[in-house]
C-alpha cells in the first residue's frame, strides 16, 4: 500500500502517492530560493499513529489466583477489562503469542508447579503486555499450628501482659508490634511475656523445622484511658451522740474537687461537666468553707466528691443525734436528780 505525505504549498494543500517509483513532483515555475514555495513542508504522521496505537493498548490480564505456593490443584480465570479481546496462554514459562493456547473462559487447571503467563489481543489495538505467575503445588506440604495469644486480643482499661504459646512440637515463635509479618529472619524471637500499655497490634507466626510457617495470629490490643475516682471526702468530726451544736467540716486531698452534700437523707448527686458552682444536682449542697453547717438535731450528712475528667467518689456519711438533757427537779431546800 502507498504512503502518504501532506505538501503544503503557500495556503493550498494537495496529497501525493508516496511510491519509490514516482518521486515527488517540484513546482517547475519558480526555482528561487526566496519564492512562494520555499516553506515547502513535508509533516509525518507516523510518530502520531504510534501514539494513538500506544494509548489503545490492550490492558493486561489478571489472574483470579494469585501466584504462590498451594497445597492443592488450583483453578485460575484470566480476564481483562478491554472488551472483545482475546487471551492466549502457557503454563510452561514460554512467552505466549499468537499461537499459543486460545484461552476459552474456562478455568485453567494447574495441577503441578507452572508458571502461567498470559497476554491478550484484539484488533486495532497493541497487544497488552504479559503477565505471569508462578504456582508451586505441594501436596504434602507441612504447615506449622499457628501460635495462640493471651489475653486476646480486644479493648482493655489497663496495660496487658500477652503470653504466646504454640502446640507445634519444637516450634518457635517470632512476633512483630510494627503491623509487619514477622518470619524467622524478620521478627523477635518470643521469649517472655510481651508488655502493652498502648495501642498496638501484635502478629505472630510458628516456625518450625521442615515445615512451612503457620498461618499469622494477630492481636489487636486497644488500651482506652478511664479517669480515675476520687477518694471520699472527709466528714470530720465523725458522726455521733452529741450534747451541744456540731458544725462538722468536709475535706477533699485532691485539689480543685468539689464536694456535695445533703442533710435531707436524699443521696447527693454532682455533674462534673458542669460549671464548678453548678456541679452539685437535685437537692445537693456545695460545700465551702465559708458555709460550715450547724448542726443541733438529729441529722444524716451524706457527701460525695466529684471533679472534672475523673470518676465521682464513693459516698460518705456521718450520722449525729443528741443527747436529752437530764430532768432535774427542786423539792424544798434541795435538789434531786435522776
Known sequence: MPRFRWL?????LAASSCDSSSPLPSPAA??????PNSDLATISFDAAVDEAKEERRVEIPSFS?????YQSAQDVTMATPTPGATLYYTIDGNTPNRTSIKYAGTPVKITQTSTLTAFAVREGFEDSFVNAATYTIEESIAIALAPTLSPAGGTYTSAQTVSITTAEPNGLVFFTTNGTLPTSAHGTLYSTPISIATNTTIISVTHAPNKVDSIPTVGLYEIISVPGT??????SPAGGEYNDTVNPTMSTPVSGATICYTSD???PTCDSTKPVT???TGTSVRYTTASALA???NVTVRAI???AGMTNSPEVSASYSFRVATPTVTAGSGTVAW
Do not use: R
Open 295 to 297: 448542726i443541733t438535731s
Open 265 to 267: 437523707g436524699s443521696a
Open 278 to 280: 453548678e456541679m452539685c
Open 305 to 307: 466528691a466529684c471533679l
Open 30 to 35: 519558480d526555482t528561487s530560493t526566496d519564492g
Open 8 to 12: 503544503v504549498f503557500g495556503l493550498g
Open 65 to 69: 489466583v494469585p501466584g504462590g505456593l
Open 230 to 235: 476520687l477518694p471520699a471526702p472527709v466528714i
